[in-house]
Structures are given as structure tokens and as C-alpha cells.
């Protein structure tokens, strides 16, 4: 009953992931989270604590109010749109307020309310009286730098005595200099510059370190030894705070390094499900037939709004001009472009002005489009060894609880390889013993 077209071969693009391709997609990743942000992403896991001291009582605060800020910066926050704390601000805070300074190492996804939180404690800490630097924050890429720059000039809005400058390449500054500005924000190895070589900046002077995204740091080629030869400069009662999206062992062990005798908050990713959602599977035997079949399927997915993934780059520009030749209007987002470009594809897919999505794997990985209920496979998940992705299926048609929308699957299956995979998706999935996972076949093709 299998369809025994050969396997399906295709050319070229965005196959091969080197480190380098890897680090870029991350930073591209969460840059692009950031810019198709308008708010806090919900989450209603509990938020772990491991306190350094675990006998000192934990404080969490309701309000903004309770933090007793500077009236100006408590300005900012209101004038950001800000009425209380995030889940992960609740702890952050105080913890980042508290005299004396405490470290601290969190993890959250992002669009949880990170930057916000340390942005406001930089600025509560430093004296604008002091023309010196006193706050350090290097960010993995210009791009991300400049994101959380503008975070602290709309936070510190209220508060213009605070100067912030950017410590990036090109940003070249005159010989001998000595930076007056409070806040210095940038780049691992220019910001390491400025404190060593070029002196533009005295370590000893620094009250706080901030390390944001560190798992994106650590997928930069030198980056991390950057980070730490920055923090071994500092003095021993800086208060150092690193923050980061995901906790795999290798984060963990750079946060060691970068943060000693850390308090430690975590809140977990909100769980994936995919029990509302209904799933199916389309056998063909070749590309053009599984093109047919989307082309009859496409009355009925633009009711909704859809997502169409593919393997390649190749493959998606292929797709999107053979659905644009027949009269639909899809978009196409695809790793070519500039992250700017990615993002304006992305904010009009928000906004409803294309129904259809067409992109690779690679490049939606990792974004969140929540109003999405018609995902197709046009090619199965793999990995760069050609084994299922259960984790990319997950992500791309799992709900989150809290969402609990009903959706549509649909998965082109066009070989006996993408049975296969399709097959051991399937058994994946089943083997979780409260998910309910069926893939039926079909009956539109
Ligand atoms: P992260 O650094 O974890 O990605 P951000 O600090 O960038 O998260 O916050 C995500 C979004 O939520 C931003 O648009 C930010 O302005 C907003 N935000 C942050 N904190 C709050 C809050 N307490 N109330 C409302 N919105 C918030």
C-alpha cells in the first residue's frame, strides 16, 4: 500500500549546516523574535529558584511599585506599557536589586521578559552623577545589541542623565579617549578592546556585568574566551548576570565560568501538545504530484491561515512560484534574505496580508507564529543525517496547552524514505504515553 515512487532527491541549498551557518541562524533567530515581538509570550510553568543561600528569604514582587525604583525609570516602565512584572521578573528583580548585589543566571524562553528585567536593573544601579562606564552588557551580534540598546533608551526615557554608547566594530573611537557614558553595550571582542588594548573603558570601575544570550554566544567561534578574559578583568564585587533562552550543558558550563556563587531561575518552555491537533498524510509519487495535491487541498487550507515547510531553499522558491503561477498569493521566507527582510515577510504574515507562508525548515525554525492552524509537510522533518526531526515536527504543529487552538497537519509523502520517516514520527509520538498521535491517510488525493 506504499507508494514506491524512488526516494526523492533533492539539489542543492540549504542542506549542509556548518558551525558557522549554525551561529548566524541562531543569532538571525532570535533577532528576528525580537523584531516580530509586540509582547510577553505566555507561560504558566512555575519558575524554579536555587538560591545561593538558600536560608535568605526569596522575595517576589507583584507590582513595579514594590521594587521602590527611581521615579523616572519607574516612568519608563509605564511608559513601555508595562503594568506589572513577568513571570520571570516576579524573582529577577528583586534578586537583581537587592543590596548587597547578587549574581544571577537565568533561563527563560525568549519573549519572557529578560531584557526588560536587566535592562531596569543597569539602570537602577548606575550613578549618572559618575561620568564613567559602570555597566557592561555584551550581546552575541551588532544586530542584537542595538535591539537591547533601544530597550534602554525607551526604559531610561525619563532618565536622560544616563548615557549609553555601543562598543561594535566600526564604532571607532579616538585614541587615548576615556568614555564618559554609564552604560556600554556591545560585542565580545570589541568590548574586550576597549577594556584592554584601547582602554576606553576601566574594568575596575564596571558594578555590573551582563551577559545576554548565552547560548547564542557560545556558538560563536571565540566569543566565549572573549566573555570570560572581559569578566576576569572585573572586580570581584561586580555584580555579573547572564541570561539565556535554552540551558543545554554547555551554556550551563560557560555561566559557571561567568557567574560565580549565582542565585539560579529557570522557567521551562511551555509544553507542546498535539492532541487537538488532526493529522494527515498525502501519498504521491514526485514533487509535481505532491504539488497537484496541494493545489486541491488549497480551497480548503486558506480558510485559515497556513504554513507550507520545505527542505530546501530550492525547493521553497520552486513552490512559491509555481503557487504564484497558478494565482495564489503566498509569501516566501527564505534564508537569502536579510533579517529585516525575513522579519517584514514575517510581520505581514502576522498581520494577515498573505494566508500562505511558504519556507524552509532552517529559516522558520524557532518562530513563533501562534494564529497558524494549517501546517503542511510538503517534505518530511530530517535531520542533517537524514534522521526524522520528532522535535522540528513537534514545534511546527504542536500547540501549546495554554493555545490549545485546533489545527491541521498535512504531510506530503512522496517516496518510500518519507513513509519511513513519517512511520517513525509516528512511533515516536506514541511511545509519550499521553499523547494521542494518528496520522490518517488522506482522502483528498
Ligand atoms: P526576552 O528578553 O526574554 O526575549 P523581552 O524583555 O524582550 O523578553 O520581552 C518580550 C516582550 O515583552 C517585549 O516586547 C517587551 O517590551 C515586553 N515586556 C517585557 N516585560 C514586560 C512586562 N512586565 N509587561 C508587559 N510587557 C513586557
Same mark, same amino acid.
Given at each position: ?24 541562524? *541562531? ?13 510577553? =509570550? ?18 517576589? =514582587?507583584?507590582?513595579?511599585? +514594590? ?46 521578559? *529578560?531584557?526588560?528585567?536587566?535592562? /531596569? ?8 552623577? !559618575? ?21 534602554? +533608551?525607551?526604559?531610561?526615557?525619563? &532618565? ?5 554608547? &555601543?562598543?561594535?566594530?566600526? !564604532? *571607532? ?44 554566544? $557560545? ?14 578583568? /572585573? ?7 547572564? %541570561? ?8 550551563? @558550563? %560557560? ?7 549565582? !542565585? ?7 509544553? +507542546? ?21 496541494l ?6 487550507i486558506?480558510?485559515?491561515?497556513a504554513m507550507i515547510f ?61 494564529? =497558524?492552524?494549517v501546517v503542511i509537510n510538503f ?7 537524514? @534522521?526524522?526531526? @520528532? ?18 497537519a498535512i !504531510?506530503m ?6 513513509? @519511513? ?5 509516528? +512511533? ?14 488522506? $482522502?483528498?488525493?
Amino acid at each position: 500500500q506504499l507508494s514506491s515512487a524512488a526516494a526523492n532527491t533533492e539539489g542543492g541549498g540549504d542542506n549542509k549546516t556548518t558551525d558557522e551557518d549554525d551561529s548566524e541562524d *541562531k543569532a538571525a533567530q532570535s533577532l528576528l523574535n525580537k523584531l516580530i515581538r509586540s509582547n510577553l =509570550v505566555n507561560n504558566t510553568n512555575q519558575v524554579e529558584v536555587l538560591q545561593k543561600d538558600p536560608n535568605s528569604p526569596l522575595y517576589s =514582587v507583584k507590582s513595579f511599585e +514594590e521594587l521602590r525604583l527611581k521615579p523616572q525609570l519607574l516612568q519608563g516602565v509605564y511608559g513601555m506599557g508595562f503594568n506589572r512584572p513577568s513571570k520571570i521578573q516576579e524573582t529577577a528583580l528583586p534578586m537583581m536589586l537587592a543590596e548587597p548585589p547578587q549574581n544571577l543566571i537565568a533561563q527563560s524562553q525568549s519573549g519572557t521578559g *529578560k531584557t526588560a528585567a536587566f535592562v /531596569l536593573a543597569m539602570l537602577s544601579h548606575v550613578d549618572p552623577n !559618575n561620568k564613567f562606564p559602570q555597566c557592561l552588557c555584551v550581546s552575541p551580534t551588532y544586530e542584537l545589541a542595538l535591539q537591547t540598546g533601544k530597550v534602554i +533608551e525607551q526604559m531610561g526615557k525619563y &532618565y536622560p542623565e544616563v548615557k549609553l554608547v &555601543y562598543a561594535i566594530r566600526g !564604532n *571607532k573611537l579616538q585614541r587615548g579617549l576615556k568614555l564618559e557614558e554609564q552604560i556600554v553595550i556591545g560585542t565580545p571582542g570589541t568590548m574586550l578592546d576597549w577594556c584592554s588594548k584601547l582602554r576606553f573603558i576601566d574594568p575596575k570601575k564596571i558594578k555590573v556585568f551582563v551577559l545576554d544570550e548565552a547560548d547564542v554566544m $557560545i556558538a560563536t567561534q571565540g566569543h566565549q574566551d572573549q566573555s570570560i578574559r572581559i569578566q576576569r578583568m /572585573l572586580p570581584k564585587n561586580c555584580q555579573m548576570l547572564l %541570561f539565556s533562552a535554552t540551558f543545554e550543558e554547555s551554556v550551563w @558550563n %560557560f555561566a559557571q565560568r561567568i557567574v560565580p556563587d549565582p !542565585n539560579i531561575i529557570k522557567l521551562k518552555r511551555e509544553e +507542546e501538545t498535539l492532541d487537538t491537533i488532526k493529522q494527515y498524510y498525502v501519498l504521491c509519487n514526485n514533487k509535481e504530484e505532491k504539488f497537484q495535491a496541494l493545489c486541491n487541498l488549497y480551497g480548503a487550507i486558506t480558510i485559515a491561515q497556513a504554513m507550507i515547510f520545505c527542505h530546501t531553499r530550492k525547493t521553497a522558491g520552486w513552490l512559491a512560484g509555481e503557487l504564484s503561477r497558478e494565482g495564489h498569493q503566498v509569501a516566501l521566507l527564505s534564508g537569502e534574505m536579510q533579517v529585516e527582510q525575513r522579519a517584514a515577510v514575517i510581520e505581514r504574515f502576522r498581520d494577515g496580508k498573505e494566508k500562505v507562508l511558504v519556507t524552509t525548515n532552517v529559516c522558520a525554525r524557532g518562530i513563533d507564529v501562534e494564529q =497558524v492552524s494549517v501546517v503542511i509537510n510538503f517534505d518530511m522533518p530530517v535531520d542533517k543525517d537524514g @534522521n526524522p526531526d @520528532n522535535e522540528t515536527y513537534l514545534h511546527r504543529i504542536g500547540r501549546t496547552g495554554r493555545f490549545g487552538k485546533r489545527g491541521l497537519a498535512i !504531510n506530503m509523502v512522496d517516496s518510500k524514505m518519507s513513509m @519511513n520517516i513519517l512511520n517513525r514520527i509516528q +512511533e515516536h509520538f506514541s511511545e509519550c504515553d499521553d499523547v494521542v498521535f494518528v496520522i490518517d491517510k488522506s $482522502i483528498i488525493f
